[in-house]
């Protein structure tokens, strides 16, 4: 079942009115649909991958993803860099570096100018882990993206900008 063409989702034509479309214009539009479909499978299936790997959740990945940004940019990273970061409490952010650090992932260090502060680190087992997953993949990613000329990648910038976009203000809000 083609699950993103309008003649099967909307077959009474509620959302969208495609009458203006030719035969190719819809095909083809469809087949972007279904490849933004396989393209967020394959991207779901890499991060679940990666945390089954690593043993983290999705917000543990984006922590240690964080700090080792931060950290290769010269930066010492705090507990609060991390929960202003992730957008979580001080005491959310406290359980979830006790739990990378119990499980081998961060660790904590005196903070080189404020005594009341620590500074977090990645342990040298978890970047390799994530160099190997999800460093792998992003590289592979930048080269695909890096192959299409300037005029593409502009095209798939509108495109995917416009995408995002879409997610904006888009469902009723609750009472």
Not at 57 to 64: G, H, I, N
Not at 135 to 153: N, V
């Amino acid at each position: 079942m083609r699950m993103h063409d309008p003649r099967v989702i909307d077959a009474r034509g509620k959302l969208l009115a495609i009458d203006a479309l030719g035969e190719a214009q819809l095909e083809s539009t469809v087949e972007v649909m279904n490849a933004i479909f396989r393209w967020r499978q394959a991207e779901q299936r890499v991060s679940e991958a990666s945390q089954e790997y690593m043993q983290l959740s999705s917000t543990d990945m984006k922590a240690v993803r964080y700090v080792i940004v931060r950290s290769d940019q010269g930066e010492v990273v705090t507990a609060r860099d991390v929960a202003e970061h992730l957008g979580i409490s001080s005491a959310s952010t406290t359980k979830l570096l006790d739990r990378l650090e119990r499980g081998g992932h961060i660790e904590r260090r005196p903070h080189p100018h404020d005594r009341r502060a620590l500074a977090l680190s990645v342990t040298e087992r978890t970047r390799e882990a994530a160099e190997a997953t999800i460093g792998h993949e992003h590289a592979r990613r930048f080269r695909i993206a890096a192959s299409l000329d300037e005029a593409e990648r502009g095209i798939v910038v509108r495109f995917l900008n416009a995408l995002a976009d879409t997610g904006e203000d888009t469902w009723p809000k609750s009472s």
